[in-house]
């Protein structure tokens, strides 16, 4: 009798088992059913909003449904975060992360949201260098001359970022850190009031992202002077690092991926990745990227669980060792 109970037991589940499974693939072969929002947490223009922009065409046509890009800026991209998180667990929704999205839950004492809990990752869809850029006025002309000129003005260099606890906050917090500088943040509310502000003198330095500061830099508007990662950008080769310009060790990289709130069923987190992973290693999206600065990457979802898991623990040990904090 009690072999036979378990039996039943155990066809019952097997039974709800591959139903489960069957409604995974039915949802997967039905979905999209209606236009997919890819969420960017920054203002237009800036360089999530272009990497969003050049995957989101090319995903329209690989999906048969449109894909939109929504821009909801504020909070260090917490405000789009925590949107994606609440949404509909259908893939309808997603979020283009950034290394803003690993630094906020240890930079921020309470969030609405747990990216380590409230999200899925697909994919990282690439990786880029900030670039280290002054205003064409000031003096230096190396991350040496500019240590020696900050040192000799402490407290009086000035430097903005897409707002409080941006990448671009935290990758220069780190250098003053790590470098013993007195320097001054003016935050801003996206990469493009805060790049317009360099570009009118009305802050003298900043960290962005490769993919929007290196065209300007070619048009000599800025000077370029390092790049933020441990070794050499293939977008400008002769530009060399902090690490090798009397910084050693520092390492700060940005990167790009997209996620969906946690919940979504595998099968159409599985969709997602093939397609979004296709569209990344299409030849003219490389080409795209790679002109930009940016390295195409196209990973599992598995991988860039992992890398972001190790994102969110590298950061809080920055945000600790820099005292780095959101006003």
Same mark, same amino acid.
């Given at each position: 009798?009690?072999?036979?109970?378990?039996?039943?037991?155990?066809?019952?589940?097997?039974?709800?088992?591959?139903?489960?499974?069957? %409604?995974? !693939?039915?949802?997967?072969?039905?979905?999209?059913?209606?236009?997919?929002?890819?969420?960017?947490?920054?203002?237009?223009?800036?360089?999530?909003?272009?990497? +969003?922009?050049?995957?989101?065409? @090319?995903?329209?046509?690989? #999906?048969?449904?449109?894909? *939109? *890009?929504?821009?909801?800026?504020?909070?260090?991209?917490?405000?789009?975060?925590?949107? &994606?998180?609440?949404?509909?667990?259908?893939?309808?929704?997603?979020?283009?992360?950034?290394?803003?999205?690993?630094?906020?839950?240890?930079? =921020?004492?309470?969030?609405?949201?747990?990216?380590?809990?409230? /999200? !899925?990752?697909?994919?990282? &869809?690439?990786?880029?260098?900030?670039?280290?850029?002054?205003?064409?006025? #000031?003096?230096?002309?190396?991350? @040496?001359?500019?240590?020696?000129? !900050?040192?000799?003005?402490?407290?009086?260099?000035? =430097?903005?970022?897409?707002?409080?606890?941006?990448?671009?906050?935290?990758?220069? +917090?780190?250098?003053?850190?790590?470098?013993?500088?007195?320097?001054?943040?003016?935050? =801003? @509310?996206?990469?493009?009031?805060?790049?317009? %502000?360099?570009?009118?003198?009305?802050?003298?330095?900043?960290?962005?992202?490769?993919?929007?500061?290196?065209? #300007?830099?070619? +048009?000599?508007?800025?000077?370029?002077?390092? *790049?933020?990662?441990?070794?050499?950008?293939?977008?400008?080769?002769?530009?060399?690092?902090?690490?090798?310009?009397?910084?050693?060790? =520092?390492?700060?990289?940005?990167? /790009?991926?997209?996620?969906?709130?946690?919940?979504?069923?595998?099968?159409?987190?599985?969709?997602?990745?093939?397609?979004? &992973?296709?569209?990344? @290693?299409?030849?003219?999206?490389?080409?795209?990227?790679?002109?930009?600065?940016?390295?195409?990457?196209?990973? !599992?979802?598995?991988? /860039?669980?992992?890398?972001?898991?190790?994102?969110?623990?590298?950061?809080?040990?920055?945000?600790?060792?820099?005292?780095?904090?959101?006003?």
């Amino acid at each position: 009798m009690k072999r036979r109970i378990a039996h039943v037991r155990f066809m019952s589940s097997l039974m709800v088992l591959l139903a489960m499974g069957v %409604a995974a !693939t039915l949802h997967a072969q039905g979905f999209p059913s209606k236009p997919v929002r890819i969420v960017v947490g920054f203002t237009p223009g800036g360089a999530t909003d272009v990497v +969003a922009r050049t995957i989101s065409q @090319k995903l329209s046509e690989t #999906l048969g449904q449109a894909v *939109v *890009v929504d821009n909801r800026p504020g909070a260090a991209s917490n405000i789009g975060a925590e949107l &994606v998180a609440k949404a509909p667990k259908d893939g309808h929704t997603l979020l283009l992360g950034t290394v803003s999205t690993s630094i906020n839950p240890s930079l =921020y004492k309470k969030l609405a949201y747990d990216p380590l809990v409230d /999200f !899925t990752a697909i994919t990282q &869809v690439t990786g880029t260098p900030f670039l280290f850029v002054v205003h064409p006025s #000031l003096p230096a002309r190396s991350v @040496k001359e500019f240590i020696a000129l !900050t040192r000799a003005r402490p407290g009086q260099l000035n =430097y903005g970022s897409a707002g409080s606890g941006s990448g671009a906050h935290l990758f220069v +917090a780190m250098f003053a850190s790590m470098a013993q500088l007195d320097v001054v943040h003016v935050p =801003y @509310k996206g990469s493009a009031p805060s790049t317009t %502000a360099i570009l009118s003198g009305e802050t003298i330095f900043m960290f962005d992202n490769i993919v929007t500061t290196l065209p #300007l830099a070619h +048009a000599g508007k800025l000077r370029a002077l390092a *790049v933020t990662t441990a070794v050499r950008s293939a977008a400008a080769p002769e530009m060399p690092t902090i690490s090798e310009s009397g910084v050693p060790g =520092y390492d700060a990289n940005a990167w /790009f991926g997209i996620f969906a709130p946690a919940g979504t069923p595998q099968a159409v987190v599985d969709r997602l990745n093939a397609e979004i &992973v296709k569209v990344v @290693k299409l030849a003219d999206t490389r080409d795209r990227f790679l002109a930009l600065g940016a390295e195409p990457v196209g990973s !599992t979802p598995d991988q /860039f669980g992992a890398f972001f898991r190790n994102e969110v623990a590298k950061w809080a040990r920055v945000v600790s060792e820099s005292g780095a904090h959101v006003e």
